[in-house]
């Protein structure tokens, strides 16, 4: 199908922007739990949210411009595979878990309490 190229082309370039966003002004933004990356371990303190928001805007764009990519380049497959079609969106759900655990992860190695 043809619109589910574009559809899935549009949910990359959204990903991008929103990891553009939390890089760029959730760390200007008071620690909260409703805008910008808000766990227990980014609330300790300032610089532990500012990074936090900062980490996570950064990979969350960066794996949605590989993930573009990917789809990119398989987008002859994706429009006649249903495998491959389910597989894509599976990658595009799985990045804001996969950008949660590194961002954990980079906290725990970070601020270590």
């Not at 990359?12 to 939390?22: C, K, N, R, V, W």
């Not at 959730?26 to 300790?44: E, F, T």
């Amino acid at each position: 199908m043809l619109i589910y190229g574009y559809l899935l082309m549009v949910s990359d370039a959204l990903l991008i922007l929103g990891g553009a966003t939390m890089y760029w002004f959730s760390p200007r933004l008071r620690r909260n739990w409703v805008l910008g990356y808000g766990s227990p371990r980014s609330m300790i303190n300032d610089t532990a949210w500012q990074a936090a928001n900062r980490f996570a805007g950064m990979a969350l764009a960066l794996l949605a411009v590989l993930a573009m990519l990917c789809h990119v380049s398989l987008w002859s497959l994706i429009e006649i595979d249903q495998f491959a079609q389910t597989a894509s969106v599976g990658l595009i759900l799985a990045l804001p878990f996969l950008v949660m655990y590194l961002t954990e992860k980079y906290l725990a190695h970070s601020f270590k309490n």
